[in-house]
């Protein structure tokens, strides 16, 4: 359970914020009167995020910040104030204060859904400080922890990648499919950094309007344009002395791209319609599952930001290309999510496991983690069999003639629940079942002999081989979908 903790002296305001987060059952929220209480709290209970007043009755709030900051710089705090202090909040952000919203504003049904919103964010970004992520086979400290889980040759490069690059300040790239774990790969990088007490931000590009994303990393005056009441510090100045991850940064527009060019040269930028040049001091690690190469030359990437992200580039291999790891992803996986799940499943089935193997994983990590949450969902043993896995998962290991001639309303069923998984890659996922389907069923056609199937397709004999290997497709006597090897 996540803790919260409000520090103000004001009872009315802190019974507001009380009755604000009563009904977040997975929020513990403590408040705090005084400075010194609360720096009681804090040690006792270490909160994941803290909503300070700026006026306290024994210490100003910045100072409190300051201290809060000296116990742990990795604590997200939200000043809450009056508006005639902001400047002071403002201050406050400079030095790496999460966020800050007016009292007066508390008490409208807007603002206070934004505030929950807020709260849950800094929430999160806390829990990407926080908990450890474990690489390969280290040892997990006790509570909760993160694990990039893998002993294929393709992961125990990443690994060795990672270690090269933490302690080295550089610019670091993670390249990979959706749903490979980049994220998780970023933070261990800033855990095994030499930032590591210091903060670490994560913005997604592709999920803020490009009108919106230039202010979000840089800030913004008052009045740079049309709703900007007030000044905002951006994430590349909030998080001075730490590590910001830009996920998806191949989705950004060529105007921002400038901008973050110009952070990367000389730790400078300015804000959204201001003149100040702001100086800054921050690690960059970007992710994205595009081809930025491929971006550069038709012009839609700038060549000289690609050649300053890629100082150094860690590539992420996709699942369906380490299906040695499977069995202990899934092991993994179970034990996690049936402990969260308050489930008392110990095992998978060997025939479940089969199935598993046979699907290719276009949505990758996230994609497997879904399935096994709707599983154990489902689950009512102490083992996980076939029957308790998604439709789809079980329809792909149908009878030889119903393969590559799927059923319009199965296609369906597909797609609706590749939506209802929260898929955000469902071009490359629906493209990977089609091409398996097409494939398997020219292949069994063809009785195996891929010379007949690449004439049949228009394809050269090694693209097919290629996209055999690709989508895990077995060529033996009758074809199938298993990951039991390849022939031909």
């Known amino acids: 359970m996540s803790v919260l903790l409000a520090i103000d002296d004001d009872p009315v305001m802190l019974r507001l914020l009380r009755e604000i987060f009563r009904d977040q059952l997975d929020l513990e929220f403590r408040t705090a009167s005084t400075a010194a209480d609360g720096l009681k709290q804090i040690e006792r209970y270490h909160p994941d995020a803290i909503l300070l007043d700026i006026n306290l009755p024994d210490a100003s709030g910045l100072d409190l910040f300051q201290r809060i900051q000296n116990?742990?710089?990795?604590?997200?705090?939200?000043?809450?104030?009056?508006?005639?202090?902001?400047?002071?909040?403002?201050?406050?952000?400079?030095?790496?204060?999460?966020?800050?919203?007016?009292?007066?504003?508390?008490?409208?049904?807007?603002?206070?859904?934004?505030?929950?919103?807020?709260?849950?964010?800094?929430?999160?970004?806390?829990?990407?400080?926080?908990?450890?992520?474990?690489?390969?086979?280290?040892?997990?400290?006790?509570?909760?922890s993160d694990m990039l889980v893998g002993r294929s040759p393709a992961m125990q490069e990443v690994y060795k990648a990672i270690g090269r690059v933490a302690p080295q300040d550089v610019t670091v790239l993670i390249l990979g499919e959706s749903g490979t774990g980049k994220e998780l790969v970023a933070r261990a990088i800033y855990q095994h950094s030499k930032r590591a007490s210091g903060p670490f931000l994560a913005i997604n590009c592709a999920a803020i309007p490009e009108t919106l994303l230039e202010s979000e990393l840089f800030g913004h005056e008052k009045g740079a344009f049309t709703g900007a009441d007030r000044k905002r510090i951006g994430k590349f100045e909030q998080c001075s002395g730490g590590t910001l991850f830009l996920d998806e940064i191949g989705d950004m527009t060529p105007l921002t791209q400038t901008k973050i060019l110009r952070v990367l040269q000389e730790q400078r930028f300015e804000r959204v319609g201001g003149n100040e040049t702001v100086q800054t001091n921050v690690r960059l690690i970007a992710a994205t599952n595009r081809d930025l190469q491929k971006l550069v030359t038709v012009g839609q990437f700038r060549s000289d930001l690609y050649y300053r992200l890629k100082?150094?580039?860690?590539?992420?291999?996709?699942?369906?290309?380490?299906?040695?790891?499977?069995?202990?992803?899934?092991?993994?996986?179970?034990?996690?999510?049936?402990?969260?799940?308050?489930?008392?499943?110990?095992?998978?089935?060997?025939?479940?496991?089969?199935?598993?193997?046979?699907?290719?994983?276009?949505?990758?990590?996230?994609?497997?983690?879904?399935?096994?949450?709707?599983?154990?969902?489902?689950?009512?043993?102490?083992?996980?069999?076939?029957?308790?896995?998604?439709?789809?998962?079980?329809?792909?290991?149908?009878?030889?003639?119903?393969?590559?001639?799927?059923?319009?309303?199965?296609?369906?069923?597909?797609?609706?629940?590749?939506?209802?998984?929260?898929?955000?890659?469902?071009?490359?996922?629906?493209?990977?079942?089609?091409?398996?389907?097409?494939?398997?069923?020219?292949?069994?056609?063809?009785?195996?002999?891929?010379?007949?199937?690449?004439?049949?397709?228009?394809?050269?004999?090694?693209?097919?081989?290629?996209?055999?290997?690709?989508?895990?497709?077995?060529?033996?006597?009758?074809?199938?979908?298993?990951?039991?090897?390849?022939?031909?």
């Open 71 to 144: 116990v742990d710089a990795r604590i997200p705090i939200i000043f809450i104030t009056a508006s005639g202090t902001t400047e002071t909040a403002i201050e406050a952000m400079k030095l790496g204060a999460y966020e800050y919203l007016l009292k007066e504003n508390l008490t409208q049904a807007e603002d206070t859904e934004h505030l929950r919103e807020l709260v849950a964010r800094a929430i999160d970004i806390s829990r990407l400080m926080h908990v450890p992520t474990i690489i390969g086979d280290q040892e997990a400290p006790p509570g909760p």
């Open 311 to 488: 100082v150094f580039t860690i590539q992420l291999p996709p699942l369906r290309q380490r299906s040695d790891d499977l069995r202990l992803l899934v092991d993994y996986f179970v034990t996690r999510f049936s402990r969260e799940l308050g489930k008392e499943v110990h095992e998978c089935d060997p025939a479940a496991m089969d199935l598993l193997r046979r699907h290719t994983w276009p949505g990758n990590l996230r994609e497997l983690q879904s399935v096994l949450k709707q599983s154990l969902l489902q689950a009512t043993g102490p083992r996980l069999l076939p029957d308790f896995l998604p439709p789809y998962l079980r329809q792909e290991s149908r009878p030889s003639d119903s393969v590559g001639a799927v059923p319009g309303s199965e296609w369906e069923q597909f797609i609706e629940e590749r939506l209802q998984m929260g898929s955000e890659n469902l071009y490359a996922e629906w493209l990977a079942l089609t091409e398996r389907c097409l494939l398997t069923r020219v292949l069994r056609h063809t009785r195996g002999n891929q010379v007949r199937a690449a004439k049949i397709l228009g394809m050269a004999r090694n693209s097919l081989r290629a996209k055999v290997r690709s989508l895990g497709i077995t060529i033996e006597r009758s074809v199938g979908s298993a990951e039991d090897g390849d022939a031909g």
